[in-house]
Every structure is written in structure tokens, then in C-alpha cells.
């Protein structure tokens, strides 16, 4: 598979009740300075009209869908924009990647697996390609570390 993110565009929805204060924004963020002009953000709490975001998904290249773990789970917004998305539109989208960054509250970031796989069985039934995800531990603490630079510190590699 091609490396979409180097110029096509890519649809990347928050799905943090926090906004623009979430540490799920954040990442998004880090993720925007890596693909310059060519991203649409979307915030999930602003509850978008579902035939909009259809046609965002449908001119996109790839989705990257940020989120915070609630018990060990997809945050209500989200489930809710998947289960309407599946209900209105499954079957309708061809092999559109779409990836994860999750964060969590605790240290060890195996507890963001359930909520990746919940994101792919969602993949698969909607026709979705399920590129993968990345579950980010330690709490409050890397969202606290805007300033350091991503190739220093906590935040290298």
C-alpha cells in the first residue's frame, strides 16, 4: 500500500468530548505538522451531519481517528458516529485505510487493544481497510509535553 499521507488528503476526526484541550487533539496535531495542508479535521462532538461526514469519507484518501480509552472502549460520540455510519453506509466506501491514535489513563497502553479492535471490526463491516493504531499510555503526561520537540526526550521515537 502507497504512503497516502505524503499528499492526498487526509480526514482526521477528534473524538474527544475535551476538544481542543484533549490530549486526542493533541496527537491529531502532531500528525498535522507531518502532513501540511493536505488533512480536513473534524470534531466528533460537534455531532456533523452524517451524509457530510459520508462525503468527507468518500474524498478522502485515508481517516485517522483520534481517541481517548473509557473503559477499555470507544467514547460514546464515537460509538455513536460508527453505529449511525454503519446503519446508514455500510458497504458503501472502498477500501478507505483508516488508522487509530488512542490515549489513555494508565501507564501500560495495552488496555487502548479492545478499543483498536472494536475500530476494526468496524473497519471490516463497513469495507473500511483497518491500517492499524497506536495506543498511547502514561496518562496525562505526554499531552503535557507540547514544548518538548518529538525527536527528544519521552517524545523520541
Known amino acids: 500500500m502507497r504512503k497516502v499521507w505524503e499528499k492526498d488528503m487526509i480526514l482526521l476526526l477528534n473524538g474527544s468530548l ?19 495542508d493536505s488533512y480536513e479535521s473534524v470534531q466528533l ?10 462525503d468527507l469519507l468518500q474524498k478522502a484518501d485515508a481517516c485517522v481517528i483520534g ?10 460520540q ?9 446503519l446508514r453506509y455500510q458497504g458503501q466506501f472502498a477500501q478507505l485505510p483508516v488508522y487509530v491514535i488512542t490515549n489513555l489513563g494508565f501507564y ?3 488496555q487502548g487493544n479492545v478499543l483498536l479492535e ?22 496525562e503526561m505526554l499531552g503535557t509535553l507540547k514544548k518538548v520537540p518529538l525527536d527528544q526526550g519521552p517524545n523520541n521515537n
Open 45 to 54: 462532538y460537534q455531532r456533523k451531519d452524517l451524509n457530510v461526514m459520508k
Open 108 to 110: 501500560e497502553s495495552e
Open 78 to 86: 464515537v460509538m455513536e458516529f460508527m453505529e449511525q455510519m454503519y
Open 18 to 36: 475535551r476538544k481542543s484541550k484533549s490530549n486526542s487533539n493533541h496527537f491529531l496535531n502532531l500528525l498535522k505538522t507531518q502532513l501540511k
Open 118 to 139: 472494536i475500530v476494526k471490526n468496524w473497519c471490516s463491516k463497513m469495507g473500511f481497510f483497518y491500517g492499524g493504531g497506536l495506543a498511547i499510555g502514561a496518562g
Open 67 to 76: 481517541m481517548p480509552v473509557y473503559v477499555d472502549g470507544v467514547p460514546a
